[in-house]
């Protein structure tokens, strides 16, 4: 989860989501080289009393200010596109989970193997530290999931779009009614995660957070059975 005076990132449990980071910053530094030329040369054409009247054309420069952002824009698609896909894909999945979003809390459905599992996830009610959870992020009853393990989150709606997300994942699927949208994920260690829905779905829209729990395959297992 985020703290007070974060800047980046929230440290990522996913593969895809330090992938997202590292994107993130590499798209920046291209961003801060650009701006930096920009001003810099806007602020000198200020700065300068010189003047030219007789150059009429510069073919070399020109071929070099186009080509220049050219490259510089090939350099940020590749990486984004490359991403796309990656995100897309679903690699031989393990378990499955079904999110479902109503208006105002999030059901799991476990079905592999098992007896079908479902449940209701609410926030908690108190608000504060001391009942056991952050404020407004705490849910009595977590997703479960294993780390080390491909997993796929099948995420669909009750009543409105909902949205399942989860920064410290790297993960943010849209929960339309009548469809499922379906996601990769594969977590790399234990941990809690927290996320919102981020939709905007009504009234009670902010109060439907998510709580992820990561736990050992083993542990998992017998969540899941006993
Ligand atoms: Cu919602």
């Given at each position: 989860m985020s703290f007070w005076g974060q800047l980046g990132f929230q440290d990522s449990f996913s593969g895809l989501g330090f992938e997202l980071a590292f994107f993130h910053d590499h798209a920046m530094f291209v961003l801060v080289l650009v701006s930096s030329f920009v001003g810099?040369?806007?602020?000198?054409?200020l700065k300068s009393s010189l003047s030219s009247r007789f150059i009429v054309?510069?073919?070399?420069?020109?071929?070099?200010?186009?080509?220049?952002?050219?490259?510089?824009?090939?350099v940020l698609t590749v990486p984004s596109i490359?991403?796309?896909?990656?995100?897309d894909e679903v690699v031989g999945p393990m378990v499955s989970v079904k999110a479902i979003g109503h208006q105002w809390y999030w059901s799991y459905e476990f079905g592999d193997g098992t007896d079908l599992i479902s449940f209701d996830s609410y926030m908690m009610s108190g608000?504060?530290?001391s009942s056991g959870g952050y404020r407004l992020l705490e849910v009595d009853n977590r997703c479960v999931l294993p780390y080390g393990v491909n997993s796929r989150i099948l995420v669909?709606?009750?009543?409105?779009?909902?949205?399942?997300?989860?920064?410290?994942?790297?993960v943010k699927v849209d929960a339309v009614p009548g469809r499922i949208n379906q996601l990769g994920v594969y977590?790399?260690?234990?941990?809690?995660?927290?996320?919102?829905?981020?939709?905007?779905?009504g009234l009670n829209h902010s109060f439907m957070p998510i709580g992820l729990e990561s736990v050992s395959p083993k542990v998992f297992y017998h969540w899941l059975v006993c």
């Open positions: 810099y040369m806007m602020i000198c054409l054309e510069a073919q070399s420069l020109e071929a070099a200010w186009t080509v220049a952002p050219g490259l510089l824009l090939l490359r991403l796309l896909y990656l995100l608000g504060d530290e669909g709606s009750a009543d409105v779009i909902h949205a399942w997300a989860l920064p410290s994942v790297g977590l790399m260690s234990s941990g809690v995660m927290y996320g919102q829905c981020s939709e905007i779905c």
